[in-house]
């Protein structure tokens, strides 16, 4: 007998499953990455490659993750639902052929303006020499600016033709390629390798590591992109009716998705006026690379998910998929980041320390860097789920909404920061917390905005979900907070080996306790992902894609 088809709920979850595992691969490389750089070179050094990445990587959040692919992958797959395939291919030469060009300008005026935009970010160092050494690792890296707009285009397109699996691994290609190649060529270029300490040149291998990792992420893409039907070669018909959409998507898309980014770029600016001054850099960057784990692993996922399902249900006359479709999502991102956030506030300082506290990174660097945690995990949430509804806006093509929202919250953080840091002289927490503050407004906002424009977004069935939840986050928050009283208490005294050892039990304990609550309490979204893994479970070889 033929199985049942699959629920769409179920296949969301299962699509989302598939590349929250693919995104687990680069999240946990990107972690190794920084632990690497952070043990080797000292929070300082660290805080200045941050600083040097931090406008190529904020390009690649806007753009890999960001604008030009939202912007994208709404007009390419609406143009393959209405005009077919080959209308869509020829969309994306066209769009290659721009981003590739212009991104290729924007990188050689990055390079060219390299020392004054360095002094502009970082005001408060007082080291001329840290300046200088961050300028020249930027002018390294500027080039990666062209290799990831081309790499967001490549990942649209196969998302837009339900190819999930691959572009969201290859990201793990680009950290794979960060740390083999820089340590690599560390080891060749700097002569304190052997003492573990390495210096300016090692740095600087690191960097040229950065754009050999872009270029990894791009190829391992390609061959997938080509079994799906697209055939490359330069296209400059720019005027086309397809790229004036993209753009005109886009440029609002654009300032939207920057508020988080800009936040960021605010908190960098100020934190230079900090105490920390240059590691300042590194106990913000480093937490949010653990915020980053859970927003890429179920958040970015979701999205990745979500935004070629809703750009379909967009063309048609009736709203209802597209709110049940949305309202599923949200429901769905806030079940599997709650007590992601929860875990990591009430665990920080042994997560912290456990995965940074080596070589160079002092137990000061530590404790600075858990306290900006807890608050970054408070903003995980939030920031998941504005993964999942901002897009949503531009499919409605209400691309002005996310805009004016995001530059009211990048002005309110702007504010919150100048009183934190130049009148109540707070450290670096503050600018965490204004950071994680302002997404929460971000996200209710636009959650109220979209609720409107859609009449309704299934609110009763969150707030079901969300009650069902709640006794199961209850005994989440227990449980970790009996391991710490308990079992973690000599923490301190342990070795490497044993904190390695008890921190994952501890965690993966508290995740099983979470999940039979919720299995317990019959929260919807448990069930549709224990669908979705016995789905996967019982399909026949045969029916397996490579590409799903």
Known sequence: MAQAAPTLAAQQARSTGVVSLAILCSRLLGLARDQCLNAWFGASMAGIFTAAFRTPNMLRDLFAEGALSTAFVTTFSRKMAQEGDEAAWQLGRKMLSLGLCFMTLLSCAGIAVAPWLVRLLNPGWQNPHSLELCTQLAQVMYPFIAIISVTALVMGMLNAKRVFFVPAVASAFFNLGCLSTGALLAWWMDPQWSSGKLGEKGLMAFAIGTLIGGAMQLLVQWPSLRRVGFRLHADFGWRDSGVREVLHLMWPSLIAASGTQVSVLLNSIFASYTPGQEAASAWLANAQRLQQLPLGLFGVAVSTVTLPLLSRLATQESLDPFRNALARGLRLVLFLTLPCALGLSLLATEIVDLLFGHGRYTDADVQATAAALQAYAFGLVFYAAIKVVQPAFYTLNKRFVPMLVSLGIVALNAVCNSVSVFVLHWDHRALAWCTA????????????????????????????SLLRLLPALLVLAAGALAARHWLLKPWAQWSVATQALMLPLVIGGIAVLFALSCHWLGVPEARDMLEALRRKQGRSPKTTTPES
């Open 437 to 464: 503050i302002g997404l929460a407004l971000n996200f209710s906002v636009l959650y109220f905005m979209m609720r409107r424009r859609i009449e309704g977004l299934e609110g009763r069935l969150l707030a079901n």
